[in-house]
């Protein structure tokens, strides 16, 4: 069935720092891509998507390509801020008879210190 | 406009308890979905519903959980009786029409002890 991995944290970084949070997925046919983020004790809240090859989706300094010729989704800011610290899900919605369902990868906790 | 909401944010009740969470979606969207999310993974899917249709209950435990959506608004996710490993936070979510973005309530938190 349709499946995502991301790579598993925590990810501990300085504030002004690279990031990238790999992320890809199994899936039949199309899927739409997305990136959730959980800041500590809220609950999620979508930070970009695309739908469908090539597609680039961004909000708040972050970047996403959806790759479908290597199956990847990888999230990317050029420099983080101590408020980016959360947890990160890389998500796909299912095909077929699993459309619209979003299936998760299991997060990845980004810590950022000053 | 407000979100989805959930109530309560944070449940502790003994094994062998029922227990009930609430939920009431974005007004106008027309699908609703619970999902559970065990601590340190994502969030899977339980049951979505189309209106007042459970159009995808197959990860679902029926013997213990149940859920409703009466009047294809509000709903209930009902566990009865809860065991330790129910433990978790449960998340509501709802959609304009399913294959539209998805917005999640900020979850109710169980401890079962």
């Known amino acids: 069935g349709d499946s995502v991995t991301q790579m598993e944290g925590p990810v501990t970084l300085s504030e002004e720092a690279f990031l990238t949070i790999n992320c890809t997925y199994t899936a039949t046919g199309y899927p739409s891509l997305f990136w959730y983020v959980q800041y500590p004790g809220e609950g999620l809240q979508l930070l970009l998507k695309?739908?469908?090859?090539?597609d680039k989706g961004s909000n708040k300094g972050f970047e996403a390509t959806y790759r479908k010729e290597t199956t990847s989704f990888h999230l990317e800011k050029g420099s983080v801020q101590v408020s980016d610290s959360a947890v990160y899900f890389c998500a796909l919605t299912g095909y077929g008879g699993s459309q619209g369902n979003l299936i998760f990868g299991k997060g990845t906790k980004l810590s950022v210190k000053p | 406009e407000a979100g989805v909401v959930q109530s309560p944010r944070y449940k502790i009740i003994e094994k062998k308890q029922p227990v009930a969470f609430w939920c009431n979606p974005i007004s106008g969207h027309n699908t609703l979905y619970w999902y559970l999310q065990n601590l340190g993974q994502g969030p899977e899917l339980l049951i979505r519903y189309e209106n007042e249709e459970a159009v995808d209950d197959s990860q679902l435990p029926k013997d213990r959980f149940s859920a409703e959506r009466l009047k294809g608004v509000d709903s209930t996710l009902k566990i009865q009786p809860a065991e330790l490993g129910d433990s978790a936070v449960y998340l509501c979510?709802?959609?304009?029409?399913?294959?539209?973005?998805?917005?999640f309530g900020e979850g109710s938190w169980l401890t079962v002890v």
């Open positions: 979510a709802s959609s304009p029409d399913a294959g539209n973005t998805i917005y």
């Open positions: 695309a739908t469908k090859a090539d």
